[in-house]
């Protein structure tokens, strides 16, 4: 249920005034701005959204950076793409909204995810296919590298002395307020089978009556409030970490494809809750001074549930300090990280080198080298 992808991500500059067929005619090199792009899909419920989102995502990121190129190559956005100023104070009205060519590119990301999404959906109901995919993608363009996530996968960046997280893990726990949130807006979404509230357990007919501990969307503190009857009712999110599960079915809150999934027994959508928006951090090379051994890990959460980032850093120094003339280090690299994860097999089970329990979900990793960025 794995896939991953990686290509270049070739878009056209738009000539004003140019059909799109007298377009193609003059391409030339100097018309293209390139970038590099890396992803890995997370399936669940079958392998099928994470296939197509692997075969169509960097297209939809193609195509949404082509229609603000001509925003992204200026030194400020303009507020027309076609170059007319209807007001004269546009160009004040951009900077004061800090709008940078950047922000053009996360819109872009954001965008490209959305469109992904629906034509999953579309895909997988036209061939009667269920089930979704958490997708983390990493975008190289114009200096900087723009990471976009939805789902558990994580990727950070290993610098000589210090660890840059580009991501964060999207988990009904870690999104409980958006989704209690959507619940009190939408209140039929919960099919009167669940409540909005958070208790530290689930709720016994012995508690009405009761004050207990409880937390609703606007809280990020705990209060008492008194037990109802409709409290009784199953959690909208349920557990703990990573045992956490939104409405009780999904262990992840953002993701691509799951349109036809509903709790089990009741006829309750999960997607209205599932966000396909990814969170987009940036990192400028600019600011930094990148070493040869300075490195973009991705992987998906069969690696983080059993290593910390600290831990993945400290394999990535030692292993790219003892194979400095292996051309293919960076390969066995990510090899090592997968092997690391997946532990030993001592009888029946296998084990970390810790004596702790190895991962036992789908391993996937990229190591992506960040110095010489240009050479290669």
Known sequence: EDQAACCQISVRRREPGLEEDEEW???????FLTGHYWALFDGHGGPDAAIIASNYLHYCIKQKLEEVVGGITEAQPPMHLSGRCVCDSDPQFVEEKHIHAADLVVGALENAFQECDEVIGQEMEATNQTGGCTAL????????????NAGDSRAIIVLKDNIIPMSSEFTPE????????LAFLFPKLLDDEFTRFEFPRRLKGDDVGQKVLYRDYFMEGWGYKTVEKADLKYPLVHGHGKQARLLGTLAVSRGLGDHQLKVIDTNIEVKPFLSCIPKVNVFDFALHDIKEDDVLIMATDGLWDVLCNDEVACVVRSFLAENRTDPQRFSELAKCLVCRARGKKRGHQWMLDDSHEASYDDISVFVIPLHNREED
């Not at 993608?137 to 976009?148: D, H, R």
């Not at 870690?174 to 949130?181: G, P």
Request: hydrophobic share 40%.
């Open 174 to 181: 870690s999104e409980r307020q958006r989704i209690q949130h």
């Open 137 to 148: 993608a990493a975008l190289y363009f114009q200096g900087k590298l723009y990471v976009a």
């Open 25 to 31: 005619l003059i391409l030339c090199s100097t018309q």
